[in-house]
């Protein structure tokens, strides 16, 4: 009797908490992933590359504000709120909400005053201009959603942080035709409108999963405390400044190799360009999401070192299995994926999608290697290595297109960027002696690349 008591009363192993919250958020990964293509596949065949290419450059340059206008604060929130307790979490919450807001204030109104600038930077004609300026309120509700979603995530609520995430897609896919439609009659400014309903739709989500979880959260927002501590703001720039500054960084390769293929190639290449990287970077974002919500508050909660190197040993060998499975059915069925996704206009696009896929197995391992320097708060190697991956990509992407296109050639650095940020996160965990894989895990990686590998080779003509 005891031993079943044991049994039932026994709490769940490690492997299946990962599994359970990567599922949670997986599968709220996927349904916002397949909403997001769908508002994409209304889009492609309605208005063609061009406008695809438009809309994905507003998106780019509103995800470049938003770094700005959050801090690139939103792991630092995470760490810092799941790491404190009490009145110094309080503290610590509020002073980032002032720092935030103060920074929101300042993107926006350089959006508003300086447009023409900041569409230069992004590559939009200068007839495109005006674009720019109604951004600012996208970027403003986007950085709302940061902050109540990274409140979301540090209180543990992760099934309604699955929920919250699908609201922006689920708006995007609803509105796309009627955009579309407006679109076509000669006005992009409609393409605005979408971003910034798709944000409302998204910040009304997340106020109420937190209006959901008053109880929990009450302690955490209301109670004694200043609304502004020095310490509280030297530990949030102790992470965020060393983000902000790779997002920042990170921001201005991607907007430039944008550019610069736009500039060299036109809009109808920038938008095959652009359906690679979005089918790359959805298929990475659906391993990628459904595990951070659990993988960084854990490793940020937990203070014994072999405790975490075992947990990091999980999430890899889970998510090594999984993405290595994804990537392999992704390689096959290239054209097939272009045309569901997007139209029979954009087959040109598999030329860059064969690099692009091989780089995203890459891309999902460095990350999980990545997440442990910032729960340690390790963030000279963290800004080392996402320094080093982005200057690899700008620099490949222009020594690399004195033999390829200018497209391809920043697909090809897609790949070396990642392997470079791999490279270094690696070092990095070995060397402090965070992080050494078994040779099971090793054995799982290595099998998962080989089948990436070899499955690109077969398919590597296709089109």
């Known amino acids: 009797m005891g031993t079943v008591a044991a049994r039932a009363f026994a709490p769940p192993s490690p492997w299946r908490s990962v599994v359970r919250a990567m599922s949670q958020t997986g599968g709220a990964s996927l349904l916002s992933g397949l909403l997001s293509m769908l508002a994409t596949k209304i889009i492609a065949v309605t208005l063609g590359p061009a406008h695809v290419a438009t809309l994905s450059t507003l998106q780019q340059l509103r995800q470049a504000a938003v770094t700005g206008s959050t801090l690139t604060g939103q792991t630092a929130l995470v760490q810092g709120a799941s790491s404190s307790t009490g009145r110094q979490r309080r503290e610590f919450l509020r002073t980032v909400f002032c720092l935030m807001a103060s920074a929101t204030a300042v993107v926006v109104g350089v959006l508003l005053l300086a447009p023409g600038w900041a569409a230069r930077q992004a590559g939009l004609p200068d007839d495109q201009e005006h674009l720019v300026v109604w951004l600012g309120v996208a970027v403003g509700l986007a950085g709302a959603y940061v902050y109540l979603t990274a409140l979301l995530n540090s209180s543990g609520a992760i099934g309604a942080l699955a929920v919250v995430q699908v609201a922006a897609p689920a708006a995007m896919a609803v509105l796309a035709y009627p955009i579309a439609r407006m679109v076509a009659g000669g006005n992009d400014l409609w393409f605005v409108l979408l971003l910034s309903a798709s944000s409302t739709a998204a910040v009304l989500a997340a106020a109420w999963a937190l209006y959901r979880e008053r109880a929990k959260l009450r302690d955490w927002l209301t109670g004694d405390?200043?609304?502004?501590?020095?310490?509280?703001?030297?530990?949030?720039?102790?992470?965020?400044?060393?983000?902000?500054?790779?997002?920042?960084?990170?921001?201005?390769?991607?907007?430039?190799?944008?550019?610069?293929?736009?500039?060299?190639?036109?809009?109808?290449?920038?938008?095959?360009?652009?359906?690679?990287?979005a089918i790359s970077m959805n298929q990475a974002g659906l391993v990628l999401a459904s595990m951070q919500t659990y993988y960084l508050p854990t490793l940020a909660r937990s203070s014994d070192a072999r405790q975490r190197s075992a947990h990091i040993e999980r999430v890899l060998t889970i998510a090594a299995i999984g993405a290595g499975a994804l990537i392999v059915a992704l390689v096959a069925l290239k054209p097939l994926v272009l045309s569901t996704l997007y139209s029979e206009e954009f087959s040109g696009a598999a030329r860059y999608l064969r690099w692009t896929?091989?780089?995203?197995?890459?891309?999902?391992?460095?990350?999980?290697?990545?997440?442990?320097?910032?729960?340690?708060a390790n963030m000279r190697a963290f800004l080392s290595a996402d320094l080093s991956a982005y200057g690899a990509f700008a620099g490949a992407s222009f020594l690399l297109s004195h033999w390829f296109s200018t497209a391809e050639s920043a697909s090809i650095a897609f790949v070396v960027m990642y392997a470079v940020h791999l490279a270094v996160c690696g070092a990095c965990l070995w060397t402090s002696g965070s992080f050494r894989p078994s040779a099971r895990t090793s054995a799982v990686w290595l099998g998962g690349l080989a089948m990436v590998g070899l499955a690109s080779a077969i398919f590597w003509r296709q089109s």
């Open 225 to 277: 405390g200043a609304w502004w501590n020095q310490a509280a703001a030297r530990r949030f720039f102790a992470i965020s400044g060393s983000m902000f500054a790779s997002g920042a960084f990170s921001s201005w390769a991607l907007l430039a190799v944008r550019a610069r293929i736009l500039d060299s190639e036109g809009m109808a290449a920038g938008g095959q360009f652009n359906a690679a990287w």
């Open 357 to 376: 896929l091989a780089g995203d197995y890459l891309k999902i391992t460095s990350w999980i290697l990545s997440i442990p320097l910032v729960a340690s």
